[in-house]
């Protein structure tokens, strides 16, 4: 089975940064997409950015121009580098790997989930 670790949350100013990192063990990342999701209190989880097998990457209209998805195959690894942080990014952030190499933005293309991390962004 495969295991997500979420890593790299944590309480910041407004405008800070912070990288977000998802180790995988019991299985890999090259051959799946892999995607971030996030679910702020009180609201559903929402779809947050994917980085498909072959490096193609999408964003969520909230996040596009500050955070960016990569990963690092030889590390079995997934990242997300957040930029310009806003309060209304605060929520638990979480990594999941894709069903397939083509998953996007539907919860439903993935098929295994971290626990997730904490990020708050203070005012």
């Known amino acids: 089975q495969v295991q997500l670790v979420e890593s790299g949350g944590g309480l910041v100013q407004a405008g800070a940064s912070l990288r977000l990192s998802c180790a995988a063990s019991g299985g890999t990342f090259s051959r799946k997409a892999a995607g971030w999701f996030r679910q702020a209190p009180g609201k559903e989880r929402e779809f947050v950015a994917t980085?498909?097998?072959?490096?193609?990457?999408y964003y969520a209209d909230a996040v596009k121009g500050r955070f960016t998805i990569s990963r690092d195959n030889a590390k079995n690894t997934v990242y997300l580098q957040m930029n310009s942080l806003k309060p209304e990014d605060t929520a638990v952030y979480y990594c999941a790997r894709g069903r397939g190499p083509y998953s996007d933005s539907s919860y439903e293309g993935y098929d295994y989930w971290g626990q997730g991390t904490q990020v708050t962004v203070s005012s």
């Open positions: 980085i498909r097998s072959g490096g193609s990457t």
